[in-house]
């Protein structure tokens, strides 16, 4: 049973880029969310798409956006690169299972280590 | 708004003894769940232990539980046993609302460093 899968691995851009990154769901997940880390802190929430829709968002600009495939993957585009986009991007899948409050675990991919020079 | 908060940037423990990783939050949604994850220097968040608002019973799973106390908003990370292995950085996180699939919010994190 694949994790979530994350490409690419590494990625080193010039500010004022653009970028994709993509994620591949854990097999029978349907929801996807994506995360930046920046070093030394802790993962600050994107965006996150169900049913090929953004049904949440955090505190970040238009810049970052994305997008959900009919088979869950999901892409996350950042356009405009800053120097203060360098960062690891997570991606976490979640599936439409029955449990308490707060749902069920959240399964993270390796990430993109994103490079802005 | 959803607040995680670690006040350890880092911890030291002997391999073999048990450590405390703590852990407080803030909400007002009576529905939510706590996570803790560890991400070693690799990079990729593992999922160690789940407890939701409404468990009666303090969550458990092998070597680590979850000291969960509503009233003081604290859910903190026991781990027993502490391998070398164990090294890493861990996070707590919360996620509200009682939907199985919302943001999670993260705290900063802590930093723990198993001695031989």
């Known amino acids: 049973d694949a994790g979530v899968t994350q490409s690419p691995t590494h990625l080193i851009k010039t500010r004022g880029q653009q970028v994709t990154l993509r994620c591949s769901p854990k097999s029978g997940h349907d929801t996807v969310s994506w995360y930046q880390q920046a070093l030394g802190q802790g993962p600050q929430f994107i965006f996150q798409?169900?049913?090929?829709?953004?049904?949440q968002r955090g505190n970040f600009p238009d810049r970052f956006s994305g997008h959900q495939f009919p088979n869950y993957s999901s892409e996350l585009n950042v356009n405009a690169l800053l120097l203060g986009d360098s960062a690891l991007y997570l991606c976490?899948?979640?599936?439409?299972?029955?449990?308490?409050?707060?749902?069920?675990?959240?399964?993270f991919g390796p990430g993109t280590r994103l490079t802005v020079t | 708004a959803q607040k995680i908060t670690q006040t350890q940037p880092g911890m030291f423990v002997q391999e073999k003894e048990a450590v405390t990783l703590d852990c407080t939050y803030d909400?007002?949604?009576?529905?939510?769940?706590l996570f803790w994850y560890k991400q070693p220097s690799s990079g990729e968040m593992i999922f160690l232990i789940y407890q939701g608002s409404y468990d009666q019973q303090n969550a458990t799973e092998g070597r680590y539980s979850l000291n969960f106390q509503k009233a003081r908003k604290s859910a903190n990370l026991v781990i027993s046993a502490s391998q070398l292995g164990d090294s890493a950085m861990y996070f707590c996180?919360?996620?509200?609302?009682?939907?199985?699939?919302?943001?999670?919010?993260f705290g900063d994190g802590t930093t723990l460093t198993v001695k031989p």
């Open positions: 909400t007002s949604d009576p529905s939510y769940g």
């Open positions: 798409y169900y049913e090929e829709e953004e049904r």
């Open positions: 996180a919360m996620r509200e609302g009682g939907t199985n699939a919302g943001k999670s919010t």
């Open positions: 976490a899948s979640t599936g439409t299972g029955d449990r308490a409050a707060g749902g069920t675990e959240q399964y």
